[in-house]
T-cell receptor, first 114, second 114 residues
Framework: KAGVTQTPRYLIKTRGQQVTLSCSPISGHRSVSWYQQTPGQGLQFLFEYFSETQRNKGNFPGRFSGRQFSNSRSEMNVSTLELGDSALYLC?????????????FGPGTRLTVT | AQSVAQPEDQVNVAEGNPLTVKCTYSVSGNPYLFWYVQYPNRGLQFLLKYITGDNLVKGSYGFEAEFNKSQTSFHLKKPSALVSDSALYFCAVRDMTGDYKLSFGAGTTVTVRA
């Protein structure tokens, strides 16, 4: 079974621009979560989607948004990029959002903001 | 709100020696606990989880973890470490009486020397 895929793998953007990252979950998985990973802050939860509905949200500004499509694929968007948004963005999928299921992570998208 | 603490930023062991990575948690209800490992430039990989039942949980690559409710700990262990176990390890918890968010610890870098 194919794993979680994320595109693009690497991205360089300029301050003020916006960016869209894509995530395709494992077949059959309906929950998709997004995380930001930085050396200083570690793994920070962004949001989680299940059946096209946002189930949970972390403490990030409104510039960070996401959505999930009917095929469970998900996108996250960051508008008005700031230097501090440079990070590894990880997507994870699981069978459901309610607890017992482990998450399977993609390789991440490395975003660099200059 | 739930939280996870990994008190050691780094753990260094010799190959063949036992490896322990510590994790303590705080939740208001019953915890679901997970361990993940991250190899350089890779996404996180699921190692094992505790949901209920036997306090000793066995996972991938010879790892195991012991759930201790009184000490609110979930330490990861491996009887005989390998050089290939060198990686970044994350403990995570979901509070099953809360909003189901998955919270990660800051991570522990394990270095196994030959």
């Amino acid at each position: 079974k194919a794993g979680v895929t994320q595109t693009p793998r690497y991205l360089i953007k300029t301050r003020g621009q916006q960016v869209t990252l894509s995530c395709s979950p494992i077949s059959g998985h309906r929950s998709v979560s997004w995380y930001q990973q930085t050396p200083g802050q570690g793994l920070q939860f962004l949001f989680e989607y299940f059946s096209e509905t946002q189930r949970n949200k972390g403490n990030f500004p409104g510039r960070f948004s996401g959505r999930q499509f009917s095929n469970s694929r998900s996108e996250m968007n960051v508008s008005t990029l700031e230097l501090g948004d440079s990070a590894l963005y990880l997507c994870a999928s699981s069978l459901s959002w309610t607890g017992t299921y482990e998450q399977y992570f993609g390789p991440g998208t490395r975003l660099t903001v200059t | 709100a739930q939280s996870v603490a990994q008190p050691e930023d780094q753990v260094n062991v010799a190959e063949g020696n036992p490896l322990t990575v510590k994790c303590t948690y705080s939740v208001s209800g019953n915890p679901y606990l997970f361990w993940y490992v991250q190899y350089p430039n890779r996404g996180l990989q699921f190692l094992l989880k505790y949901i209920t039942g036997d306090n000793l949980v066995k996972g991938s690559y010879g790892f195991e973890a012991e759930f201790n409710k009184s000490q609110t700990s979930f330490h990861l262990k491996k009887p005989s470490a390998l050089v290939s176990d060198s990686a970044l390890y994350f403990c995570a918890v979901r509070d099953m009486t809360g909003d189901y968010k998955l919270s990660f610890g800051a991570g522990t870098t394990v270095t196994v020397r030959a």
